[in-house]
């Protein structure tokens, strides 16, 4: 039985770009082991953080999915903080039902969206930070806008893998004292929009949507769509941006702790 289902091309995109984010991360993590068992990526790390204890990205012929969900209960079991990233554009299509009915069960839901609009950069002096001491402020920056909820050491982590990592920083105002931020990650095909966010008092005041078109002119003049993965919540906002929504990333795990650091817009 063929499990594939019509998908959005766009929804691939989102796909890959998720995980080249989080690879990008992996990479800066010393002790990380990346493999790719039969048909997806398989990712440890030291601690218990998301970013470095996932799977994701499934293309499974049909006789490997119950071994490979085998697979996934050993890894979840032994890692609390083990999520298998179920994508729109994954196979077999039915994996999300397949992972519940193993004692999976969904943590969060994201909605994968895309935009290929071409709006002027605007004023608001967005730039990419490219010293390396101004990149772990500005990557500080985020993770404490970003995953204030998650703990002081999580945070740390996070901050320090994105500045070690190849993902593009960009941020509006002094690297020292941001008023905005966000990472892009940059593939052929993709440029993903991932972690932004803006000062607190500084809200509601525009900064966030002109850093978005300042990163739609930045990818249109390469040719690309931009892409990101978002809380449902959001949708509504990016599709002011001239987003669409072209599928959904849902993140499973078989532990019952709510806080998370999963990457998302």
Same mark, same amino acid.
């Given at each position: 039985?063929?499990?594939?289902?019509?998908?959005?091309?766009?929804?691939?995109?989102?796909?890959?770009?998720?995980?080249?984010?989080?690879?990008?991360?992996?990479?800066?993590? !010393?002790?990380?082991?990346?493999?790719?068992?039969?048909?997806?990526?398989?990712?440890?790390?030291?601690?218990?953080?998301?970013?470095?204890?996932?799977?994701?990205?499934?293309?499974?012929?049909?006789?490997?999915?119950?071994?490979?969900?085998?697979?996934? %209960?050993?890894?979840?079991?032994?890692?609390?903080?083990?999520?298998?990233?179920?994508?729109?554009?994954?196979?077999?299509?039915?994996?999300?039902? %397949?992972?519940?009915?193993?004692?999976?069960?969904?943590?969060?839901?994201?909605?994968?969206?895309?935009?290929?609009?071409?709006?002027?950069?605007?004023?608001?002096?967005?730039?990419?930070?490219?010293?390396?001491?101004?990149?772990?402020?500005?990557?500080?920056?985020?993770?404490?806008?970003?995953?204030?909820?998650?703990?002081?050491?999580?945070?740390?982590?996070?901050?320090?893998?994105?500045?070690?990592?190849?993902?593009?920083?960009?941020?509006?105002?002094?690297?020292?004292?941001?008023?905005?931020?966000?990472?892009?990650?940059?593939?052929?095909?993709?440029?993903?929009?991932?972690?932004?966010?803006?000062? %607190?008092?500084?809200?509601?005041?525009?900064?966030?949507?002109?850093?978005?078109?300042?990163?739609?002119?930045?990818?249109?003049?390469?040719?690309?769509?931009?892409?990101?993965?978002?809380?449902?919540?959001?949708?509504?906002?990016?599709?002011?941006?001239?987003? !669409?929504?072209?599928?959904?990333?849902?993140?499973?795990?078989?532990?019952?702790?709510?806080?998370?650091?999963?990457?998302?817009?």
């Amino acid at each position: 039985m063929e499990h594939r289902t019509l998908t959005d091309p766009r929804a691939r995109l989102v796909r890959e770009n998720a995980l080249a984010t989080y690879l990008g991360l992996v990479g800066a993590v !010393e002790g990380a082991v990346v493999t790719k068992p039969m048909g997806f990526t398989l990712v440890r790390g030291p601690g218990y953080f998301s970013f470095c204890n996932f799977a994701g990205g499934f293309d499974l012929e049909e006789g490997d999915v119950e071994r490979a969900i085998d697979l996934l %209960q050993e890894q979840a079991e032994d890692c609390s903080g083990f999520y298998v990233f179920a994508m729109s554009g994954d196979t077999p299509a039915d994996l999300k039902e %397949q992972l519940e009915r193993r004692g999976f069960e969904s943590r969060q839901h994201l909605v994968g969206m895309a935009s290929s609009v071409a709006p002027p950069p605007g004023e608001i002096g967005a730039r990419a930070v490219a010293e390396m001491g101004d990149r772990r402020l500005v990557s500080s920056f985020m993770a404490r806008q970003f995953f204030w909820r998650m703990p002081r050491e999580a945070r740390e982590t996070i901050a320090a893998s994105t500045a070690a990592s190849s993902h593009t920083v960009w941020c509006v105002g002094p690297a020292s004292d941001p008023d905005a931020a966000v990472m892009l990650v940059e593939q052929p095909a993709s440029v993903g929009l991932f972690n932004l966010c803006v000062r %607190q008092e500084l809200r509601r005041k525009g900064l966030g949507s002109g850093l978005v078109k300042a990163v739609q002119a930045a990818a249109s003049n390469l040719g690309r769509p931009v892409v990101l993965q978002c809380e449902p919540e959001l949708a509504t906002w990016y599709k002011g941006l001239g987003f !669409e929504t072209v599928g959904t990333v849902e993140a499973f795990t078989l532990s019952h702790d709510d806080s998370s650091d999963i990457i998302a817009g």
